[in-house]
C-alpha cells in the first residue's frame, strides 16, 4: 500500500540546535516533493518544493534533501528559534495531486 | 495580494441544514483546491478544479457540493451532512495545477450537530 510516514509524531530540540524532519514513502513515484509548516487552527504555509532531478535545495536557514532511491526528503532548520515550533508536513506530487504526510510537531526550546 | 481568503471562519449546523463555505484570491491562479483536515492529521484532498472545471473529485459524498462561479470564487456547498463531518476545511490555489506551491486560507472550522 502507499504511505508517506514522517519521522516522528513530535521533536524537541533547544534553541540554536538543527532540527532534521524526515519523510519517507513506500510505492510512489512522485515528481516532486514540498515542505509545508502549519500553525494549531491555521492552513499550512509552503516553504519549500525540491523536484525529482534536484538533490538539495536552501532558503535562508533551511535546507531540503530529496534521495528518489531512498524514498526519502530531509527537512533541516539551522539555528533553530522557538518561533520555529510548529507542524511541519511534507507533500509529495504525484498524477496531479499533492498527497500530505502524517506530520512532525517540532517544538523548539530556548 | 498573495492571500487566499475564506468564510465563514466558524460553522456550526444541524444535520439538516444547507450552508456553504466561500474561498475567494485574487493572486490570478487558475487551480483551485477543497481539503478536509481532522485535529492531528495531515490534509485530505477533496476537489480540484483547474480553469474553473473539475478536475479532480475523490470520490467525495455528495452531500458536498463544491461549484466553482468565476477563476476567482470557490464554493462548497453542504448538505445533510453527518457529526464525522466536523473537521477544518481548508481552500488553497496555486498557479496551475502541476508541480507548484499551493497557497492556503486559514480554513473554516465545520461543527456538525
Known amino acids: 500500500s502507499q504511505k508517506i510516514e514522517q519521522n516522528s509524531e513530535a521533536l524537541n530540540i533547544q534553541e540554536g540546535k538543527t532540527a532534521t524532519l524526515t519523510c519517507n514513502y513506500t510505492?510512489?513515484?512522485?515528481?516532486?516533493l514540498q515542505w509545508y509548516r502549519q500553525d494549531p487552527g491555521r492552513g499550512p504555509v509552503f516553504l519549500l518544493l525540491i523536484r525529482e532531478n534536484e538533490k538539495e535545495k536552501r532558503k535562508e536557514r533551511l535546507k531540503v534533501t530529496f534521495d528518489t532511491t531512498l524514498k526519502q526528503s530531509l527537512f533541516h532548520i539551522t539555528a533553530s528559534q522557538p518561533a520555529d515550533s510548529a507542524t511541519y508536513l511534507c507533500?509529495?506530487?504525484?498524477?496531479?495531486?499533492?498527497?500530505f504526510g502524517t506530520g512532525t510537531r517540532l517544538q523548539v526550546f530556548p | 495580494d498573495t492571500e487566499v481568503t475564506q468564510t465563514p471562519k466558524h460553522l456550526v449546523m444541524g444535520m439538516t441544514n444547507k450552508k456553504s463555505l466561500k474561498c475567494e484570491q485574487h493572486m490570478g491562479h487558475r487551480a483551485m483546491y477543497w481539503y478536509k483536515q481532522k485535529a492531528k492529521k495531515p490534509p485530505e484532498l477533496m476537489f480540484v478544479y483547474s480553469y474553473e472545471k473539475l478536475s479532480i473529485n475523490e470520490s467525495v459524498p455528495s452531500r458536498f457540493s463544491p461549484e466553482c462561479p468565476n477563476s476567482s470564487l470557490l464554493n462548497l456547498h453542504l448538505h445533510a451532512l453527518q457529526p464525522e463531518d466536523s473537521a477544518l476545511y481548508l481552500c488553497?490555489?496555486?498557479?496551475?495545477?502541476?508541480?507548484?506551491?499551493?497557497?492556503f486560507g486559514p480554513g473554516t472550522r465545520l461543527t456538525v450537530t
Open positions: 488553497a490555489s496555486s498557479p496551475d495545477r502541476v508541480s507548484y506551491e499551493q497557497y
Open positions: 507533500a509529495l506530487g504525484y498524477t496531479d495531486k499533492l498527497i
Open positions: 510505492n510512489y513515484s512522485p515528481a516532486y
